[in-house]
């Protein structure tokens, strides 16, 4: 899939104690595809809801001209069904709290999509899962993903996220629960990944830590998305 | 699709809800198998045990205390019959054995009887297990329950064992009479296996009471239609003659009414451990909106959600309906072994297709009640199962 996205007329609002508030406006975004993107924030600005709607799992509100198109995909045409489908070839997610089944190997937890989709799983994805857990340092597959640090943790959820290599790779402050060594670590790992699989990558984040390693970089505040901050960023 | 591994994890990780929820389900789904097995055992048990007292005849009264007494032992509202009473019997023909048959006194728990050999060896076709037939007003011969063996004494009390019960201020008081044992009889699985039998004239010895009387005349006609002309002469203004089996099945078909009466409470309690588990449903599934929103996430259909929920809940009462039959079987077993140790009657629980069906078709029930949650859970869009999580 080309893996280019262009966003266009996305207003999110959401019900609170004051009526409707608006936590997302954005008139225009476009980003070629295989970049790797990172959001900066602070929390409430909207970071998560932008990552739910660019992956289909929250639509827009109803504006006239809205578009989320990924390549030719064009979310806000689909279905819900056909969005769950769509995400689970063509989006890996990656969580601040890894989102593991702690009682599961960590095999298992990466294969677990693939159950969606397999009644028994072909040996060739289980071979890529074995493969990129290798790759990201997680030598003992078969233990409880619950025994392993944080920093592990969150490796296994990126090698899930790509199992099914796919074109677009959302992280959601994925190392905001990490210590600064482990976070530095997980950066690259997502990093090396995202460029070795040819992926576009979007990371929400509050911190500064990947900034030297994104292509580019954007500010939310209030909902609003701000470009042109890249140099700005980069050179903090 | 193949949501195993996907319940597996969510088993892991909260298996003491899904474990305490499943016996919650046992207990309330234990009543009824629990109760039929022990009605099916009750009935059997009782019929056997009056298997040998084919006709019984004895003082106008209650037919049923009639049978109550002779069969189960139980003879607290039996009046005595006129004297004579046996030879009468005897004179009428068709007869294959006819033996007096007289109560009061006891050791210990165990109740005395006083018969003739007839009795005890069924005219000669049941042998004792060990040593003889009593043969004089000293000996006695015991039942196989009894804890005396041959070459014992023992002096009876005074009083029955209902009386002896409530005999709170001790004035219940040993005979001097002694009997010695000289026979036992083979374990037959009835009340009688805690009898201590000893010849009739030997409780008339003890009360000094007149000679010829007995509570109740047992009788083994030759052919059906002696027993039912047996019946009709006996029938009279002082005395009576009943069936045992025929007043068994008359009192079944009465307890009849109270067996549907706690059928149907057992059933309501099954409905409401249903209503229970459903309920326990939605709350499940409640519980995992985190997990089901992080499968949304990950590219999950609605309908491996819905299969998901559906299984979980169905497993859940499919580990409730069996543990749930496992623990009525161990409640009617429980149950019958109090029953034999307190009457003697030996009842044998057996695990019917009754039973089986009853919880195949209380798990059928919870499978089509399981596809509510997880119609609701495959309902919910990704955006309210986030919310929510």
Known sequence: ?236 | MNPFLFLRGEFRRSWGGALALALVLAFAGSLSPAVSMMERAIRSGMAESADAFDLLVGARGSAVDLVLGAVYLRPEALSLLPEGMLEEVKSHGGIRWAAPLAFGDRWRDFPLAGTSSELVNLGGRRPLASGRMFLNTDEAVVGAGVPLKEGDSFAPSHGSVAEAALDEDGSSRAHEHMFRVVGKMPATGTPWDRAIVVPIEALWNMHGAGTGRSSVVVVKPVTVADAYRLRAAFNARDTQAVFSGEVLTRLFSTLEDMHNVMLMLTSAAQAAALAAALVSGFFAVAMRVKSLALLRALGASHGFLAVSVWLMVSGIMLAGCLLGLGLGCMMASAASMWIQAETGVALAVSLSARECLAVLAAFGCGCVAAALPAYFACRRTAGELLRTA
């Not at chain 1, 030598?139 to 920093?151: C, D, I, M, Q």
């Not at chain 1, 070795?196 to 830590?209: D, K, M, N, P």
């Not at chain 1, 292509?215 to 140099?231: A, I, K, N, V």
């Open chain 1, 1 to 236: 899939m080309d893996n280019a996205l262009y966003l266009k007329n996305i207003r999110y609002s959401v019900q609170d104690g004051a009526g409707m508030r608006r936590v997302l406006d954005i008139p225009e975004l476009s980003l070629p595809g295989g970049t790797l993107a990172g959001i900066y924030g602070d929390s409430g600005s909207g970071k998560t809801s932008l990552l739910n709607i660019l992956c289909g799992l929250i639509l827009p509100d109803d504006v006239k001209g809205r578009e989320i198109r990924w390549g030719q995909d064009e979310l806000c045409a689909m279905p819900e069904g056909g969005r769950d489908a769509w995400r689970g070839r063509h989006v890996g997610m990656i969580f601040q709290d890894f989102q593991l089944f702690p009682q599961l190997s960590a095999l298992e937890n990466v294969l677990l999509p693939a159950t969606f989709r397999h009644v028994s799983i072909p040996e060739e994805l289980q071979s890529r899962a074995r493969d990129l857990l290798r790759r990201l340092g997680i030598r003992n597959l078969e233990a409880e993903a619950g025994v392993f640090s944080r920093g592990e943790q969150q490796r296994v959820a990126m090698a899930r996220a790509v199992l099914f290599r796919p074109s677009v790779l959302l992280a959601d402050e994925p190392t905001a629960s990490l210590d600064r060594s482990n976070a530095q670590l997980v950066t690259d790992e997502l990093v090396d990944l995202a460029r070795s699989e040819g992926c576009t990558l979007l990371v929400v984040t509050h911190e500064q830590v990947m900034h030297g390693r994104m292509d580019r970089c954007f500010r939310l505040e209030r909902g609003r998305l701000l470009s042109g901050l890249d140099d700005e960023l980069k050179e903090k």
